[in-house]
């Protein structure tokens, strides 16, 4: 289905025992989507300070988060976490299987010939790194801490975009941003947004973007990173599937969604759970795991630690008072499209994981925008999100031999949102199929 591992040249070196496993899933609220009932909140859940804005000239768009992204910020990916260095705010954090600094100060970071580098103490413990800021290349970590010997943690640096593998066949690629630019020009009502990358190599692994940045509320495409932060912990051995969560009545709430129809009090696993929160888009899915995963706090740390500064999740499904209150999920193109190639390139979750995601996805039941505007029988894994004020639809083209992420946001009405999604889908559908061999943007 698609080619083989990147993540297979990632190498973890342990210099003596492994590190234990050790971040607990506490309890917490969590975010909303799509129109209906929603849920009582609770006054003593906060998001992390530095995310997130007030909304913006734009009907449905926040174009300003209130932590400035930076012009460079990379991650280096290893087994089990990521490590995520930016250069401008001179701050780091290690965010792994054993443990989570949050983001750390480090004044005397060394930025030189595309490197950062320089160490950091964090509870006793020393993180000395050199990260390129460049990506695709190697990055180097060593752990350490007074009761334990030093462990060694080498492997990819991510960033967004991450460069192309070969810029020649990139170059193809570029026509396709003019034809997307005429899209979006189009939907007059509609502030739209588009990203895309080749993930097969055929376009040398080259994304290209119109109007990349956009951050409209994310209504339900926010529901994929509350998967990967399940998934991520399921990779560290910290909860397994197959384990179950009582769901009550005081969960219930309307949208999307199929668990809405069944008897509550019961017990449903993270299995069931998991794959309804995409397959269905299912809203008490996504405010339990919420709560199960730990509050807004860890789904957050797991986009910090990918550096996807457009992003957050602030309130829960449905959640309607939060929402008057300015408390708002939003993402963009970009760092939707950064989510699902690192999921893709093992750079997040294990093989397993990932395929179990992309699984999910493809399973979707809610079918009106990307499928619908291509050929039948085209294969898909996607994940729509719809508001009022909002319409997407972003996943995985599966084209054997073309794999592509793509990521479609609109704001302003969802009627013609819809239709923009549909025409921006059909539009990278019908440049993969019928490429121009060679072409290259004036």
């Known amino acids: 289905m698609r080619k083989s591992d990147k993540s297979s040249g990632v190498r973890l070196k342990l210099l003596t025992a492994a590190i234990a496993l050790a971040v607990v899933a506490t309890t917490g609220p969590a975010t909303a989507d799509d129109p209906g009932r929603g849920p009582g909140t609770d006054p003593a859940q906060q998001t992390e300070p530095g995310y997130g804005g007030e909304p913006g000239d734009e009907p449905g768009v926040d174009p300003t988060p209130e932590r400035p992204p930076t012009s460079e910020v990379s991650w280096l990916s290893f087994p089990g976490g990521a490590f995520a260095v ?9 965010r792994a299987c054993d443990g989570d600094t949050g983001r750390v100060a480090d ?7 595309g490197v950062a580098s320089g160490a950091v103490t964090v509870d006793g413990r020393r993180f000395h790194y050199r990260v390129p800021l460049v990506g695709r290349t190697e990055g180097a970590l060593i752990v350490s801490g007074p009761q334990a010997q030093p462990v060694e943690l080498t492997g990819v640096v991510v ?57 409209p509320k994310a209504a339900s495409v926010i529901k994929l990173w509350i998967l990967v932060e399940l998934l991520r ?11 179950g969560v009582l769901v009550t009545p005081a969960d219930v709430v309307g949208g999307t969604g199929q668990l809405q129809y069944e008897t509550f009090p019961q017990v449903v696993t993270l299995h069931r759970l ?21 509050g807004f706090a860890p789904v957050n740390a797991l986009i910090d630690s990918m550096n996807q500064r457009s992003t957050i999740l602030a309130r829960r499904m449905l959640d309607s008072a939060a ?38 996805m493809r399973e979707q039941t809610l079918n009106t925008k990307i499928p619908a505007a291509l050929p039948p029988g085209v294969p898909v894994a996607h994940k729509t999100g719809d508001l009022p004020d909002a319409s997407h639809d972003v996943g995985y083209y599966l084209i054997p031999g073309t794999e592509t992420a793509v990521a479609f946001l609109t704001a302003g009405p969802m009627a013609t949102g819809d239709e923009t999604v549909r025409r921006m889908a059909r539009t990278v559908y019908d440049f993969l199929v019928t490429p121009t061999e060679g072409a290259v943007e004036e």
């Not at 930016?86 to 290690?94: A, E, K, M, N, Q």
């Not at 004044?107 to 010939?113: D, G, Q, S």
């Not at 888009?281 to 730990?294: H, K, Q, W």
Request: aromatic letters at 6%; charged letters at 20%; glycine letters at 10%.
């Open 323 to 360: 929402a008057q209150r300015g408390e708002e999920n939003y993402t963009s193109p970009d760092d939707v499209v950064s989510l699902l190639g690192a999921v893709w390139d093992g750079e997040i979750l294990t093989p397993a994981s990932r395929d179990l995601m992309i699984g999910f």
């Open 107 to 113: 004044p005397t970071m060394r930025v030189a010939a």
């Open 86 to 94: 930016d250069p401008l705010g001179r701050t780091v954090r290690y």
């Open 233 to 243: 912990r399921v990779d560290c051995g910290q909860v397994s599937l197959d384990e």
């Open 274 to 294: 998991a794959q309804y929160l995409i397959k269905y888009s299912d809203n008490i899915a996504a405010n339990v795991l919420i709560t199960y995963l730990g």
């Open 159 to 215: 960033t967004s975009p991450q460069p192309p593998t070969d810029p020649v066949a990139g170059a193809r690629l570029f026509p396709l941003s003019g034809q997307l630019a005429r899209v979006v020009a189009d939907a007059s009502l509609n502030p739209a947004g588009a990203t895309v990358r080749d993930l097969s190599g055929r376009y040398g692994d080259q994304q290209i973007a119109v109007n990349g940045s956009l951050r």
